[in-house]
């Protein structure tokens, strides 16, 4: 076994990290693990989590040769991350940068912000940067979020189509039962709507709620099982799936495209010509004519649902960097980015996100590196009222996103796309 580091080290620091680490004990853990004395995940019932995460890497180190000294040099106490992973050995180091400050007209946010990205693909950021300083110099980006509501869809099976019906009636009757029941479970969370679907002998019941700061994941799961035991015992459908995959959670779907979720947010911004001319290298007709030729028609013949350019890479670099839920990116770069010339010559543009699924309390956001990117943003934790911190979480990203696709679509215009990853991304 290749140790990581100091053996000598015995006791547990107070503080937690990964030099706190009791590497005698884990050693022992380790070896109980290898003569089938213990599993691998029951080992943070016999340790502390910084310990037990020294134990893993020992076991993964031996069975695979490699050397973990970066992934066990992380900066926090294992034990902040423990409702975040299981069977924790180190962490993955994601370079973290930031551009801007860029000046957000928003509803939640209205302030010059620098917004964090995390990402590993050189010239991102440049672009991003590029993107930013062009919305400054056009007087800010306005954004926008135009519906919230976080969804649910359990699966119910039913005789055939009439009892389907029985309870689609049954639903539009008891809204309020339906909403005590789930409501009983969260002190945030407001159930808007339940939207039923009947397919043969299939029903789907859509909830959609109000999660406030959270993205709400856990929170709906919690609150809409409440809701389907009070179904169960109410009429003669059975539950079969508490996902029915009509969430749509994860997965690239259109009815997210069209019925949002998370939230929905619109960023804008007019750039005058001058400033297309001397930072984006173009003019205002090129880019629409990009944007229409590539992002509209290239995407429908594509049968692709984004209607845009790279959506997904500040959505993901804002993401990782604020402690988001990585997977769903796939909802996240559910955009359309217009554009077009106005009456003045200059260029209208704007990107809609359909369904970013984004929170500021729970999930990742407290694990203390994303908590301080939060900072950055002024974001961290609850909002005043409750919901403001993630819509302005929202239109910081949908700016990003605007940045982002303002400079590439100007780099294509400009026939720059290669060179500038030649110089920057290599
Ligand atoms: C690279 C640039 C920005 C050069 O663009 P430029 O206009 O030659 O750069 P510049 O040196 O004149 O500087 C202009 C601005 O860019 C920023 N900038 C410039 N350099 C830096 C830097 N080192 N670090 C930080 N910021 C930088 C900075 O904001 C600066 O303005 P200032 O603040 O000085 O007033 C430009 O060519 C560009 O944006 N190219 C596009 C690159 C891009 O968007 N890549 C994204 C990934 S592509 C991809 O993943 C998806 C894809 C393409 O496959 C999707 C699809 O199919 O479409
Ligand atoms: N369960 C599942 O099926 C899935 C889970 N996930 C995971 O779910 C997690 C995110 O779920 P989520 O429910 O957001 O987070 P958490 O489970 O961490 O719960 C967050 C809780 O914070 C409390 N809270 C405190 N202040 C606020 C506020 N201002 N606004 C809203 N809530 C507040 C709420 O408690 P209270 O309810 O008591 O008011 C809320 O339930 C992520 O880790 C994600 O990876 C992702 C996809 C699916």
Redesign the pocket.
């Known amino acids: 076994m290749t140790a990581d580091a100091d053996p000598d080290a015995t006791e547990t620091d107070e503080a937690g990290g990964p030099a706190a680490a009791d590497f005698e004990r884990a050693a022992e853990l380790a070896a109980e693990v290898s003569d089938g004395d213990r599993r691998l995940h029951e080992l943070d019932d016999n340790a502390d989590p910084d310990t037990a995460a020294a134990a893993r890497r020992l076991l993964v180190e031996d069975q695979s040769g490699a050397e973990l000294s970066s992934i066990g040099s992380y900066g926090f106490p294992a034990e902040a991350a423990e409702?975040?992973i299981e069977n924790m050995i180190g962490t993955v180091q994601v370079p973290l940068g930031v551009v801007g400050p860029v000046d957000i007209n928003g509803g939640a946010l209205d302030d010059e912000r620098y917004l964090p990205l995390a990402t590993t693909e050189g010239a991102l950021l440049a672009s991003v940067n590029r993107g930013c300083s062009v919305i400054n110099r056009a007087g800010g980006a306005t954004a926008r979020v135009t519906k919230a509501g976080?969804t649910?869809a359990p699966v119910f099976r039913v005789d055939d189509v009439a009892e389907g019906l029985a309870l689609v009636e049954w639903v539009r009757e008891h809204g309020d039962e339906l909403r005590e029941a789930a409501e009983s479970?969260?002190?945030?969370?407001e159930l808007q709507d339940v939207t039923p679907y009947v397919v043969g002998n299939n029903v789907y019941l859509r909830f959609r709620y109000d999660?406030?700061?959270?993205?709400?994941?856990?929170?709906?799961?919690?609150?809409t099982k409440e809701a389907c035991e009070l179904v169960e015992a109410e009429t003669s459908a059975s539950l079969v799936a508490?996902?029915g995959n009509l969430c749509t959670?994860?997965k690239p779907a259109a009815i997210n495209a069209v019925e949002g979720r998370g939230r929905s947010v619109t960023a804008d911004v007019v750039v005058p010509r001058e400033v297309v001319d001397a930072k984006l290298h173009t003019t205002p007709e090129a880019i629409a004519e990009i944007n229409t030729r590539k992002n509209l028609i290239g995407s429908a013949k594509a049968g692709s649902f984004g209607f845009n350019a790279h959506v997904a890479n500040p959505v993901a670099a804002m993401f990782l960097a604020t402690g988001q839920?990585e997977?769903?990116v796939v909802e996240g770069a559910n955009a359309i980015t217009t554009a077009e010339v106005t009456d003045d010559g200059d260029l209208y543009f704007s990107v809609s996100l359909a369904s970013l699924e984004i929170?500021?309390?729970?999930?990742?956001?407290?694990l203390p590196t994303q908590s301080e990117a939060l900072d950055i943003l002024g974001v961290r934790?609850?909002?005043d009222p409750?919901?403001s911190?993630?819509d302005a979480l929202a239109e910081a990203i949908a700016v990003g996103s605007l940045a982002g696709e303002l400079s590439l679509l100007a780099a294509l215009g400009s026939r720059h796309l290669s060179s500038a990853h030649e110089s920057l991304g290599r």
């Not at 479970?185 to 969370?189: A, R, Y």
Request: proline share 2%; no cysteine; glycine share 22%.
């Open positions: 409702p975040n976080m649910r479970t969260t002190n945030h969370g999660t406030k700061d959270a993205m709400g994941m856990n929170m709906v799961t919690i609150a508490l996902s959670d994860k839920d997977a769903q929170g500021t309390v729970g999930g990742g956001t407290k934790g609850g909002g409750a919901g911190n993630a």
